[in-house]
């Protein structure tokens, strides 16, 4: 719905993720939003059908901000998978830096999703097919590559959580040594090829 030229909907969307961003999801206020985009508090709740469907609206805003970043990494490496694959994965970290809540499993249950929800949105989608493409065109069978994606996750999410809380060490970069343990990851699954 549109008021005087203006998508409501989508500007509370959009302040929805600052809130977030800013507050988490414990701190979270629709009538905080709503006082943000200068509408009534009841505002939130005519364009969205509770929390959930509300919650639900950020988590595809989200996916499509995303999917916009991993769809320019594939164009840029086109069907060198590897490549597409290791940058999508750094692209992915940062974003869950700069939106950590998403793996806070307080914001996946509110859309009746458990913490692995991000793994239905397009964008997660597309980066786990560049690994994929990537196994198959090495002839990887699925059962290898399946453990090593897991190494992947376990990558991701323990280094998002270690940056947002904090727990580097002072004055420490931590891309060129994450980009290094992926590496390292590919190096052990091409031992694999090799045997």
């Avoid at 809130?19 to 709740?45: N, Y």
């Avoid at 949105?121 to 897991?150: D, G, H, N, T």
Wanted: proline share 4%; charged share 30%; aromatic share 12%.
């Amino acid at each position: 719905m549109q008021e005087f030229g203006r998508d409501l909907a989508k500007d509370l969307v959009e302040e929805g993720i600052r809130q977030l961003r800013a507050k988490g999801v414990d701190g979270f206020s629709s009538r905080a939003v709503a006082e943000t985009c200068h509408v009534s508090c009841a505002a939130p709740f005519k364009h969205f059908k509770g929390r959930r469907e509300f919650f639900l609206a950020m988590s595809e805003r989200l996916d499509e901000g995303l999917l916009k970043r991993l769809e320019a990494v594939k164009d840029r490496w086109g069907e060198d998978y590897k490549s597409a694959h290791l940058n999508m994965n750094e692209a992915y970290i940062r974003y869950l830096c700069e939106n950590p809540f998403l793996i806070n499993g307080t914001f996946w249950k509110t859309i009746d999703e458990g913490p692995a929800g991000i793994h239905k949105w397009k964008s997660f989608q597309l980066m786990v097919k560049q690994f994929v493409l990537y196994c198959k065109e090495k002839e990887i069978p699925e059962e290898v590559y399946r453990s090593y994606y897991f190494n992947f996750q376990t990558l991701a999410y323990g280094a998002v959580f270690v940056i947002v809380n904090g727990l580097l060490m002072p004055g420490v970069d931590p891309i060129p040594d994450i980009l290094d343990l992926q590496e390292r990851i590919y190096r052990n699954l091409e031992r694999v090829i090799r045997r």
